[in-house]
Nanobody, 123 residues
């Protein structure tokens, strides 16, 4: 009963910035942890970042620490991923995820996923 819709993907040059949004809706969405994953063809889906409903727990993959920032606005049921200093290796389809607990978002077993949005970083 939870729907997630990503937006904000596009083409940017290396060193540039981009911000993704994930809008959540549904009757069962209540204090869910949210996060972001990415996937390149031929590779496994990779964890990027996650944040608890209260905002007191935040996790990042080592590859994006210091460059990406996850945030959320619970009044709008929306999560954001601010990406800075983008590199060609950041190119991927980015997916939004949600679950009752941060741990189940981080390990990829969350029950809800968005449709994905393409991010392409040129060299």
């Amino acid at each position: 009963q939870v729907q997630l819709v990503e937006s904000g993907g596009g083409l940017v040059q290396a060193g540039g910035s981009l911000t993704l949004s994930c809008a959540a809706s549904g009757r069962t969405f209540s204090r869910y942890a949210m996060g972001w994953f990415r996937q390149v063809p031929g590779k496994e889906r990779e964890f990027v970042a996650a944040k608890s409903w209260s905002g007191d727990i935040t996790a990042y993959a080592d590859s994006v620490k210091g460059r990406f920032t996850i945030s959320r606005d619970n009044t709008k049921n929306t999560a954001y991923l601010q990406m800075k200093s983008l590199k060609p290796e950041d190119t991927a389809v980015y997916y939004c995820a949600a679950a009752e607990f941060v741990r189940t978002v981080v390990d990829g077993t969350g029950s809800y996923w968005g449709q994905g949005t393409q991010v392409t970083v040129s060299s």
